[in-house]
Nanobody, 114 residues
Framework: QLQASGGGLVQAGGSLKLSCAPSRKISGVNVRGWYRQAPGKERELVAVILNNGITNYEDSVKGRFTISRDIAKNTVFLQMDSLKPEDTAVYLC??????????WGQGTLVTVSS
């Protein structure tokens, strides 16, 4: 349902921008977010953006990551700056609707070398 892209290999201190768009229109979108899962660790929430534009971030990425959206293109972005090796993970986008449905993207791998 969701197509995520933009991952890759980057050196510490570098930047990447992830994108996530639905393969077809999703009605009633309420919350859009990015999660990540590192090897051997549980999935964690990185950033969310609500319908009213309010954003929230996991503490370790505050000031470095920015979530945004293009409403016309129904796309959500995650700008990641000052990347650290501990940011290495598979990043997954997520959409929740007012009807209680949850959609996940396939994930995009971000690798940060030291």
């Amino acid at each position: 349902q969701l197509q995520a892209s933009g991952g890759g290999l980057v050196q510490a201190g570098g930047s990447l921008k992830l994108s996530c768009a639905p393969s077809r229109k999703i009605s009633g979108v309420n919350v859009r977010g990015w999660y990540r899962q590192a090897p051997g660790k549980e999935r964690e929430l990185v950033a969310v953006i609500l319908n009213n534009g309010i954003t929230n971030y996991e503490d370790s990425v505050k000031g470095r990551f920015t979530i945004s959206r293009d409403i016309a293109k129904n796309t959500v972005f995650l700008q990641m700056d000052s990347l650290k090796p501990e940011d290495t993970a598979v990043y997954l986008c997520n959409t929740k609707t007012v009807y209680g449905k949850v959609y996940w993207g396939q994930g995009t791998l971000v690798t940060v070398s030291s």
